[in-house]
């Protein structure tokens, strides 16, 4: 695969934005350390797209004022530093709670002092049409922080940024502070009567509703990632029994199902066998290779809860989810092969009675794949020795088919079988 065409499908698969940008990406969200430090490596390319962003706008200024190619320059070193610092900061890991901390504050103020620095820089220039440009990124960089969900250091950084701004509104916005203001009263009552000072009024207000609705959100996330952290560890707890119970069940369940020689030989011709009946009855290919399948699951397959290595609780939790199904088919598997034992017993013994017969017939009915399991299973069973039979020709066997076994059936399923019964006598000499 050429090199574009994995960064096309990694972009519509969002690999990467999930690698760069996800707070949830390879992280156990119960570890508050792990949280942050995610949240960290977040942040970190964030701010390394906006010192593009920065780049980007005195490269728009610098056309129309060449002075500020210097400044230009300048950014890239100081980008470059606060960059490598986060970076030296944040690689330390999650273990290091207190570099972590420091990176956060460090993005936080680096954000808020940069968005100062070009709203500056924008209202002195030139260009100054581009002032509300630099008073947008004040908003941005408080938005960033905002990510943290934070409430201590959003509040704390929300009381610095009303006591900055309001000074900038008045030393950097309007210049309204002037040497001869305290001694002319004139000019003070000009001060709080102006148009600029009810605009300052306005973005104040305007900025404190906007850090207000960023504190109920972060407050809002907040609460609902401390209850998603609840739920989750009562869901480990309750999986860590679960785990332990169905062990215990499955073992207890399973232990007696030691599989011999005997049983892996029987168990390839009852697959084999299934197979051919299922396509006899029109089964659909794939549902044919179900049951062929689920025939010699309890061969094949064995449930195992301990000897995975997982990689996140996640993954733990969908592993647990599918030994367990897998637990499940094997139960009904061998319930099915221990209905089969059952079956014969009782017609050698002569114990079956009228509720024996009701409640196999209630238990298969509706249920083909198991019909045509259990069929296929009783021919092998009666084909082969056991403790309390002995093994019975083909003949003889179809003899008791008709007699005694047809009655549990499917009529459709029992014709099938019978009218076809050389070529399962066939499978059973050949294999």
Not at 230 to 238: A, C
């Amino acid at each position: 695969m050429k090199f574009t065409d994995k960064i096309k499908s990694k972009i519509k698969n969002n690999a990467l934005f999930d690698k760069y940008f996800s707070l949830e990406s390879g992280i156990d969200i119960t570890d508050d350390n792990q949280v942050l430090y995610r949240k960290n490596v977040v942040i970190k390319n964030i701010i390394f797209f906006s010192n593009i962003l920065y780049t980007l706008i005195f490269t728009i200024v610098s056309i129309s004022e060449p002075s500020n190619w210097l400044l230009t320059l300048i950014l890239f070193p100081v980008t470059f530093v606060v960059n490598l610092t986060l970076k030296n900061l944040i690689k330390k890991g999650p273990q290091d709670r207190m570099s972590q901390d420091i990176a956060m504050y460090v993005s936080c103020f680096y954000m808020f002092l940069s968005s100062v620095l070009i709203y500056i820089k924008l209202k002195f220039g030139q260009t100054e049409y581009l002032m509300e440009t630099g008073y947008i990124l004040l908003y941005y960089s408080l938005a960033i922080c905002a990510f943290y969900q934070d409430k201590k250091m959003l509040k704390n950084i929300s009381l610095w940024v009303v006591i900055l701004v309001t000074i900038l509104h008045f030393t950097v916005t309007y210049s309204l502070i002037e040497t001869d203001v305290a001694t002319d009263v004139s000019k003070i009552w000009m001060l709080f009567t102006g148009e600029a000072f009810k605009d300052i009024i306005i973005r104040t207000i305007l900025l404190i509703m906007f850090m207000l609705v960023l504190y109920i959100n972060v407050s809002m996330v907040n609460f609902m990632q401390d209850e998603r952290k609840k739920e989750l560890i009562k869901r480990r707890e309750v999986q860590e029994d679960f785990t332990k119970v169905v062990t215990e069940i499955f073992d207890v369940t399973l232990a007696n199902n030691d599989i011999t020689e005997d049983d892996k030989k029987e168990a390839i011709v009852l697959s084999t066998m299934v197979k051919k009946l299922a396509s006899l009855c029109n089964l659909k290919p794939e549902e044919a290779n179900e049951v062929y399948e689920f025939s010699k699951i309890h061969i094949e397959k064995k449930v195992d809860f301990n000897s995975k290595q997982f990689l996140n609780e996640d993954e733990k939790f969908e592993a647990l989810r599918n030994e367990t199904e897998l637990g499940s088919k094997l139960i009904a598997r061998i319930h099915l092969k221990r209905k089969c034992e059952e079956l014969v017993r009782s017609t050698f013994e002569a114990s079956t009675s009228p509720s024996f017969i009701d409640t196999v017939r209630q238990s298969l009915q509706g249920d083909n794949y198991s019909q045509i399991i259990l069929i296929c299973d009783l021919y092998v069973t009666m084909r082969s020795f056991k403790s309390y039979k002995r093994a019975y020709n083909h003949k003889i066997t179809m003899e008791y088919f008709d007699k005694y076994f047809k009655i549990y059936f499917d009529q459709d399923i029992f014709d099938r079988f019978m009218k076809f019964d050389t070529d399962f006598e066939q499978i059973y000499q050949e294999i």
